[in-house]
């Protein structure tokens, strides 16, 4: 059974950077793809960012509104996927999962609360 546990959320203002962490625990962390989520109350949940596993051939889009500015980091040995969020707006405010999947299963964490105000 796969564990994630998020952490880094919490109250920035506009403009400033966040980096949240997802730590991976109970399988092979190599053997899956990891992606970031976010959903905001009304909207529907959405990709923001993902790492493919060594050999996927999956093809994922993220909203333009997150290029250029959301990054998502992987370290195999601490088998933790970070998410850097840099120049953030009040519309990134949502509450932030993380994912693991691979061909057979699927993993969400708990979610983590972005709240961008001044």
């Known amino acids: 059974q796969v564990q994630l546990v998020e952490s880094g959320g919490g109250l920035v203002q506009p403009g400033e950077s966040l980096r949240l962490s997802c730590a991976f625990s109970?399988?092979?962390?190599?053997?899956?793809?990891m992606g970031w989520y976010r959903q905001s109350p009304g909207k529907q949940r959405e990709l923001v960012a993902w790492?493919?596993?060594?050999?996927?051939?999956?093809?994922?889009n993220v909203p333009k509104s997150v290029k250029g500015r959301f990054t998502i980091a992987r370290d195999n040995a601490k088998s933790t996927v970070y998410l850097q969020m840099k120049s953030l707006k009040p519309e990134d405010t949502a509450v932030y999962y993380c994912?693991?999947?691979?061909?057979?299963?699927?993993?969400w964490g708990q979610g983590t609360q972005v709240t961008v105000s001044s």
């Open positions: 994912r693991a999947w691979s061909s057979s299963s699927e993993y």
């Open positions: 109970g399988r092979s962390f190599s053997t899956y793809n």
């Open positions: 790492s493919p596993r060594v050999g996927s051939i999956e093809i994922l």
